[in-house]
C-alpha cells in the first residue's frame, strides 16, 4: 500500500502530504469501494484501518433502493465490513429534510425499500390521496402507471422531491436509466423542477456532518465522480479525494472549473 496522495496538478508517484487534521472520512460507495458486486482492492483494508484508527467515517451513497441492512448485507458479502450505523443514503437524507420541512407529513413515493423505509421510519404517511409531497427515488421497476400518477399528483399540486440527480446509474449489462432521468420525464410533463436531496447538494453533505459530528474542515471526502463526490466536498468545504477507480479518468478532470485536492489510483493508496 501507497502511503503517498497525488496532487492533481503533480506528476504520478509524487505524494503530497494531507491538508486537514482528518478528523472524519466521507467515502463514496460505488466506484470507490465496489464496482458492481465486486469489491475494489484495498477497500476492505481501508474500512479496517478507520475503525482500528477510531476515525469517524460515513459511506454514502446516492441510490436510494437499499436500506442500511441491505447495503450492510451486501458489503459484508464481498469482504467490506461496514457498521451499519457507517451508510449514509440519500433515502435517509431525503427523510431527514422532509422530517425538518413538515414532521409526520404524506408523500406519494415512486421508489423501493430503501425510501418507503426511510419515510415510515420519520413517521410519514405514504398516500395516493392528496399528499403533501410526491418523492421519487431509484428503482428498477419504473412503470407507465407509476409514473402518470406520480405526473397527475405533481400537476395537482404535490412538491416534487428526488432523492438524487444521476441520470444513469450501472447495472451487470451496462447503464440504465437513474432518478434524474425520471425526473426529468416528470418535469416535462408538470413544468415543475424536483428539489434533489443527493449530491451534489450541500444538504446530503451537511446532513452526514451532523451525523458524524464532524466539522466539514477537518473531513475528507472520497469519491470517484467529478460532479457530484468532489463538487460536493468542495463547496462544503472539505478536503477532496478523487479516486479513479469509478467512471472518471485522469484525462477527464481538466474538463472541470474545479479541482480535487488529491488523485489516486484507488483507495489502496489512501494512507489515513
Known amino acids: 500500500m501507497s502511503g503517498g496522495l497525488e496532487d492533481p496538478g503533480s506528476s504520478a508517484g509524487r505524494g503530497t502530504p494531507w491538508r486537514s487534521a482528518r478528523e ?31 476515525r469517524k467515517f460515513l459511506v454514502l451513497t446516492n441510490n436510494s433502493i437499499y436500506t442500511r441492512r441491505d447495503l450492510y448485507a451486501r458489503l459484508r458479502r464481498v469482504g467490506i465490513d461496514v457498521p451499519m450505523e457507517s451508510l449514509w443514503t440519500s433515502a435517509l437524507a431525503t427523510a ?18 430503501g425510501l418507503t423505509t426511510a419515510l415510515h421510519d420519520i413517521g410519514y404517511v405514504l398516500t395516493d390521496s392528496d399528499p403533501e409531497y410526491v418523492v421519487l427515488g431509484e428503482t428498477r421497476t419504473y412503470s407507465f402507471e407509476a409514473i402518470t400518477q406520480a405526473i ?50 450541500p444538504l446530503m453533505m451537511r446532513y452526514a456532518l451532523n451525523t458524524l459530528g464532524a466539522h466539514s474542515e477537518s473531513t475528507v471526502m472520497i469519491g ?49
Not at 425538518?100 to 425499500?113: K, L
Not at 404535490?158 to 432518478?179: C, H, K, M, Q, Y
Not at 463538487?231 to 480535487?260: C, Q
Request: proline share 7%.
Open 224 to 272: 470517484d465522480r467529478m460532479d457530484t463526490d468532489i463538487v460536493a466536498g468542495l463547496e462544503a468545504g472539505m478536503e477532496t479525494v478523487l479516486v479513479l477507480s469509478g467512471v472518471t479518468s485522469r484525462a477527464e478532470i481538466e474538463a472541470f472549473p474545479y479541482r480535487p485536492t488529491h488523485v489516486v489510483d484507488s483507495v489502496a493508496e489512501i494512507s489515513i
Open 152 to 201: 397527475r399528483l405533481v400537476r395537482a399540486g404535490a412538491r416534487f422531491i428526488a432523492t438524487n440527480p444521476d441520470a444513469i446509474g450501472p447495472s451487470p449489462e451496462g447503464v440504465l436509466p437513474a432518478t434524474g432521468s425520471v425526473a426529468a420525464l416528470i418535469s416535462r410533463a408538470t413544468d415543475v423542477q424536483p428539489y434533489f436531496i443527493g449530491k451534489p447538494n
Open 96 to 113: 431527514q429534510f422532509l422530517h425538518s420541512q413538515r414532521p409526520e407529513g404524506t408523500a406519494h413515493v415512486v421508489g423501493e425499500a
Open 24 to 54: 472524519a472520512f466521507l467515502i463514496d460507495m460505488d466506484g470507490v469501494l465496489v464496482h458492481e458486486a465486486r469489491p475494489i482492492p484495498g477497500a476492505g483494508e481501508l474500512i479496517a484501518r478507520l475503525e482500528e484508527a477510531g
